[in-house]
C-alpha cells in the first residue's frame, strides 16, 4: 500500500525547477499563499491508530512524505525531530522523500544509521544542479541515493559521480507553463545509467516533448503512462 504523507505544507522556490511548481499553482487556483508553512492535520498519520489500538496503516505500507513541501525546509525543524521518531517506530514500513536542500540533511538528522526505512532523493533539474548538489547529496551516509532529475530542464552529464548512485529518475514537467522535455536528453541518461549499471526510470513525459524533432502535447492523463512505455526495460 502506496500512502501519501504531507506532514507539512509550503515550501519556497529554491532553483529553477520550481519556477512552475504545481503545489503553487494548486494553492493560487483556491487564494492559498504557498510561501506559508504549517503543520498538517495529518502530521501523526503514519502512528495514528483504530479503536482497538492497532495502526491504521498496515505493515509494509509505503509512505510518501512531503510532496507539498520539503522535508529539510527551515520552518519545519521544531516539527521534523517529531516525523523522525514515527519512522523509527515504524520500523516496518518505508518512507521515501524529495528534496531540493541536502546541504541541510546531516545538521537536521542526529544519526542517518537509525532510518534503513526511510529514502532521502535529491532533486537536480539540470547540470548546474547536479554539479551544486551531487557532491553534497552523494557524500552522505545514506542507505540508497537517488537522483531526481525532474522537471529535466537540459541534458545532464552525470559521469563525475554516477559511481555513487543507486538509482537516476528523470520526468519532465506538467501544468500549461510546462517547460520542453528533449527525449534525447531522457534517452541520453538512460545510456549512461546502462553503461554504469545503475537503476533507471522514466517517471513521466511531461505536459511538452520532442521526439525526433517534432513537439508532442500530452494530455496529464497520460503523462506517466506514455513515460512507462518509452521503454522496455526500465530497470
Given at each position: 500500500m502506496?500512502?501519501?504523507?504531507?506532514?507539512?505544507?509550503?515550501?519556497?522556490?529554491?532553483?529553477?525547477?520550481?519556477?512552475?511548481c504545481?503545489?503553487?499553482?494548486?494553492?493560487?487556483?483556491?487564494?492559498?499563499?504557498s510561501?506559508?508553512?504549517?503543520?498538517?492535520?495529518?502530521?501523526?498519520?503514519?502512528v495514528?491508530?483504530?479503536?482497538?489500538?492497532?495502526?491504521?496503516?498496515?505493515?509494509?505500507?509505503?509512505?510518501?512524505?512531503?510532496?507539498?513541501?520539503?522535508?529539510?525546509?527551515?520552518?519545519?525543524?521544531?516539527?521534523?525531530?517529531?516525523?523522525?521518531?514515527?519512522?523509527?517506530?515504524?520500523?516496518?514500513?518505508?518512507?521515501?522523500?524529495?528534496?531540493k536542500r541536502?546541504e541541510?540533511?546531516?545538521?537536521?538528522?542526529?544519526?542517518?544509521?537509525l532510518?534503513?526505512?526511510?529514502?532521502?532523493?535529491c532533486t537536480?533539474?539540470?547540470?548546474?544542479?547536479?554539479?551544486?548538489?551531487?557532491p553534497?547529496?552523494l557524500?552522505?551516509?545514506?542507505?540508497?541515493?537517488?537522483?531526481?532529475?525532474?522537471?529535466?530542464?537540459?541534458?545532464?552529464?552525470?559521469?563525475?559521480?554516477?559511481?555513487?548512485?543507486?538509482?537516476?529518475?528523470?520526468?519532465?514537467?506538467?501544468?500549461?507553463?510546462?517547460?520542453?522535455l528533449?527525449?534525447?536528453?531522457?534517452k541520453?541518461?538512460?545510456?549512461q545509467c546502462?553503461?554504469?549499471?545503475?537503476?533507471?526510470?522514466?517517471?513521466q513525459t511531461?505536459?511538452?516533448?520532442?521526439?525526433?524533432?517534432?513537439?508532442?502535447r500530452?494530455?496529464?492523463?497520460?503523462?506517466?503512462?506514455q513515460?512507462?512505455?518509452?521503454?522496455?526495460?526500465?530497470y
Amino acid at each position: 500500500m502506496e500512502v501519501m504523507y504531507n506532514c507539512w505544507h509550503g515550501c519556497h522556490k529554491k532553483s529553477e525547477g520550481c519556477a512552475h511548481c504545481y503545489v503553487y499553482r494548486r494553492d493560487a487556483s483556491i487564494g492559498k499563499d504557498s510561501s506559508i508553512v504549517y503543520k498538517t492535520t495529518n502530521f501523526d498519520l503514519p502512528v495514528k491508530k483504530d479503536r482497538k489500538g492497532n495502526y491504521k496503516y498496515p505493515s509494509g505500507t509505503s509512505f510518501m512524505m512531503c510532496f507539498s513541501s520539503d522535508f529539510f525546509i527551515e520552518e519545519a525543524d521544531p516539527w521534523r525531530k517529531d516525523v523522525l521518531s514515527f519512522i523509527r517506530e515504524r520500523k516496518d514500513c518505508s518512507f521515501y522523500c524529495l528534496t531540493k536542500r541536502p546541504e541541510r540533511i546531516k545538521a537536521c538528522m542526529e544519526d542517518l544509521d537509525l532510518y534503513p526505512n526511510l529514502t532521502i532523493a535529491c532533486t537536480m533539474e539540470n547540470q548546474r544542479r547536479f554539479d551544486e548538489r551531487a557532491p553534497i547529496y552523494l557524500s552522505l551516509p545514506l542507505n540508497h541515493k537517488e537522483v531526481m532529475i525532474e522537471p529535466m530542464l537540459g541534458k545532464v552529464d552525470l559521469s563525475s559521480h554516477i559511481h555513487l548512485i543507486d538509482r537516476v529518475v528523470v520526468g519532465g514537467e506538467s501544468g500549461e507553463e510546462a517547460r520542453v522535455l528533449n527525449f534525447d536528453w531522457v534517452k541520453d541518461v538512460r545510456e549512461q545509467c546502462k553503461k554504469a549499471q545503475v537503476s533507471f526510470g522514466f517517471h513521466q513525459t511531461g505536459a511538452r516533448i520532442i521526439v525526433d524533432g517534432k513537439l508532442y502535447r500530452i494530455p496529464r492523463n497520460r503523462q506517466h503512462s506514455q513515460a512507462r512505455k518509452a521503454f522496455k526495460d526500465q530497470y
